[in-house]
Nanobody, 127 residues
Framework: QVQLVESGGGLVQAGGSLRLSCAAS????????MGWFRQAPGQEREFVAA????????YYADSVKGRFTISRDNVKNTGYLQMNSLKPEDTAVYYC????????????????????WGQGTQVTVSS
């Protein structure tokens, strides 16, 4: 069982930056792939980025590529999403998610591929 708690959301002006954190419980954090998703009002939850257990592989949605960076610190059991050059369309509730790396070849983008979810943190980008 893994429990995830996000933090770091807030209100920022367009062009600004935020860093989200995802603190995970459990002793085998490094064996879990992590993902970040977001959900804007009235929209489906969408994939943002994913990272392998070791941190050696990452994958991004086209909409955030070059602006967002996913990373993790397995000693601190924490994942991060650094968000730069924020745009109003990045406004959403951001969720971190995790799943065991067992059985996967490529980092998953589908919501149903992840077993564990945090409660979400609100990011609002003003124009």
């Amino acid at each position: 069982q893994v429990q995830l708690v996000e933090s770091g959301g807030g209100l920022v002006q367009a062009g600004g930056s935020l860093r989200l954190s995802c603190a995970a419980s459990g002793r085998t954090f490094s064996s879990y792939a992590m993902g970040w998703f977001r959900q804007a009002p009235g929209q489906e939850r969408e994939f943002v980025a994913a990272i392998s257990g070791s941190g050696g592989r990452t994958y991004y949605a086209d909409s955030v590529k070059g602006r967002f960076t996913i990373s993790r610190d397995n000693v601190k059991n924490t994942g991060y999403l650094q968000m730069n050059s924020l745009k109003p369309e990045d406004t959403a509730v951001y969720y971190c998610a995790a799943r065991s790396e067992r059985g996967i070849v490529v980092l998953p983008m589908r919501r149903d591929a992840y077993y564990y979810w945090g409660q979400g943190t609100q990011v609002t980008v003003s124009s």
